[in-house]
């Protein structure tokens, strides 16, 4: 049996943890976690090792191998409030939301961090249970008053469950320091506009607009608040923009029906074509199906780690309505969050084909384009 001297075993681990460390930085995550592993040795408790194998498992989506490793490592390190962060976020990612708020409640007996009483929140409402998720978003908003995310969140709940006042009132200290915030205002003109009060809505929505908001929501409501307030000519406007933005609504399509019947269109010519529409969308078609699929590849694509899902339900909802073709920029966006930058690129051409040039979705699309083919240069030239 040869002996190795142990300044030698030394050396060797600094060497690769070191080149791990290197490769890893370099996004080789596969290569930096076969040269950790045949460093750790049975019943040998290596934290810097470890920690490093830790997040690489983290990083390239193992997450059971990550969240064994990290709870190994909190259970030996229970200051080290780096690894419950990490294995909050682990567990949040396996739906594990009870073991994922356990972890996050072990953080806040150490430090009060903002970030981890959101994360907290968040693990709540995954399990249903809003009452808590709002008042653990509370406790987040006291020690970072100017977290948006956090608010809209917020005040998602008590919009939910009818407090319009809430909502509102939550918005308020927020919105006195940043009056156009694209967030946060339009929640408020939707607060205002679902307990009635059309006529704040109109100048909550309006003054979006104005600022250069041109998205479904701020049309659509702009739309209705303006039909509440009997300003018809207004009404046909906005809810027509919203349709050029999105036509898979049937709501939408009636509206558009209703105002222009106020507005005396002539009815053949006029009223009856989106009358037909609304009748042919609500059979069962593929604009259902694309709104279903829609709402499904939101919900995933808000989660911000459920990538693939998203992309998965934005696909069925552009195949069931290819006209919904801000889907492409979001099949894009998608993709490049999980820094597959080939598929984004041949969908952000997908999108740019189709879209209307000088619009805000074409701008963006170009920018996070030309931004990807500088990255995937680099990559090549590395």
Same mark, same amino acid.
């Given at each position: 049996?040869?002996?190795?001297?142990?300044?030698?075993?030394?050396?060797?681990?600094?060497?690769?943890?070191?080149?791990?460390?290197?490769?890893?930085?370099?996004?080789?995550?596969?290569?930096?976690?076969?040269?950790?592993?045949? !460093?750790?040795?049975?019943?040998?408790?290596?934290?810097?090792?470890?920690?490093?194998?830790?997040?690489?498992?983290?990083?390239?989506?193992?997450?059971?191998?990550?969240?064994?490793?990290?709870?190994?490592?909190?259970?030996?390190? @229970?200051?080290?409030?780096?690894?419950?962060?990490?294995?909050?976020?682990?567990?949040?990612? !396996?739906?594990?939301?009870?073991?994922?708020?356990?972890?996050?409640?072990?953080?806040?007996?150490?430090?009060?961090?903002?970030?981890?009483?959101? %994360?907290?929140?968040?693990?709540?409402?995954?399990?249903?249970?809003?009452?808590?998720?709002?008042?653990?978003?509370?406790r987040s908003l006291a020690m970072k008053p100017r977290n948006e995310t956090t608010l809209s969140k917020a005040m998602g709940?008590?919009?939910?469950?009818?407090?319009?006042?809430?909502?509102?009132?939550?918005?308020?200290?927020?919105?006195?320091?940043?009056?156009?915030?694209?967030?946060?205002?339009? !929640?408020?003109?939707?607060?205002? *506009?679902?307990?009635?009060? %059309?006529? @704040?809505?109109?100048?909550?929505?309006?003054?979006?607009?104005?600022?250069?908001?041109?998205?479904?929501?701020?049309?659509?409501? !702009?739309?209705?608040?303006?039909?509440?307030?009997?300003?018809?000519?207004?009404?046909?406007?906005?809810?027509?923009?919203?349709?050029?933005?999105?036509?898979?609504?049937?709501?939408?399509? *009636?509206?558009?029906?209703?105002v222009k019947a106020e507005a005396y269109r002539p009815f053949e010519k006029d009223v009856k074509l989106w009358l037909d529409?609304?009748?042919?969308?609500?059979?069962?078609?593929?604009?259902?199906?694309?709104?279903?699929?829609?709402?499904?590849?939101?919900?995933? *694509?808000?989660?911000?780690?459920?990538?693939?899902?998203?992309?998965?339900?934005?696909?069925?909802?552009?195949?069931?309505?290819?006209?919904?073709?801000?889907?492409?920029?979001?099949?894009?966006?998608?993709?490049?969050q999980k820094k597959d930058y080939k598929q984004a690129v041949e969908w952000y051409e997908k999108y740019l084909k189709v879209?209307?040039?000088?619009?805000?979705?074409?701008?963006?699309?170009?920018?996070?384009?030309?931004?990807?083919?500088?990255?995937?240069?680099?990559?090549?030239?590395?």
């Open positions: 049996m040869v002996c190795v001297p142990l300044g030698a075993q030394t050396t060797h681990r600094d060497s690769v943890l070191a080149r791990a460390r290197y490769l890893k930085s370099i996004y080789r995550i596969d290569e930096a976690t076969e040269q950790l592993s045949a !460093l750790v040795r049975p019943g040998a408790m290596d934290e810097g090792v470890l920690s490093e194998l830790a997040d690489c498992h983290f990083q390239s989506g193992d997450l059971e191998g990550a969240a064994g490793t990290y709870f190994m490592l909190s259970a030996r390190q @229970p200051e080290n409030i780096l690894y419950q962060i990490r294995l909050m976020q682990v567990y949040y990612r !396996l739906k594990a939301f009870p073991q994922s708020i356990q972890a996050g409640l072990a953080v806040l007996q150490r430090d009060s961090i903002p970030a981890v009483v959101s %994360y907290i929140g968040d693990g709540f409402g995954q399990m249903g249970q809003a009452d808590s998720a709002l008042w653990y978003y509370r709940i008590l919009l939910g469950k009818g407090d319009f006042d809430g909502a509102i009132s939550l918005a308020e200290p927020f919105l006195s320091e940043d009056p156009d915030n694209v967030t946060i205002a339009p !929640l408020k003109g939707l607060a205002l *506009y679902s307990k009635g009060d %059309y006529e @704040p809505a109109v100048k909550v929505f309006q003054r979006q607009e104005d600022i250069g908001n041109d998205s479904y929501p701020i049309h659509y409501y !702009l739309g209705q608040s303006y039909w509440h307030t009997q300003v018809i000519y207004r009404a046909e406007q906005e809810l027509l923009a919203a349709w050029q933005t999105d036509s898979s609504d049937v709501n939408l399509a *009636y509206s558009i029906a209703a529409k609304a009748l042919e969308m609500l059979e069962p078609d593929h604009a259902v199906l694309s709104r279903i699929h829609q709402q499904y590849g939101l919900a995933y *694509y808000k989660r911000q780690d459920s990538w693939d899902q998203a992309i998965g339900h934005y696909m069925q909802a552009y195949k069931y309505n290819p006209k919904f073709i801000s889907a492409l920029s979001t099949i894009a966006y998608c993709y490049q879209a209307k040039p000088g619009s805000k979705g074409y701008e963006f699309a170009e920018a996070n384009l030309a931004y990807i083919k500088s990255e995937l240069f680099m990559e090549e030239a590395r």
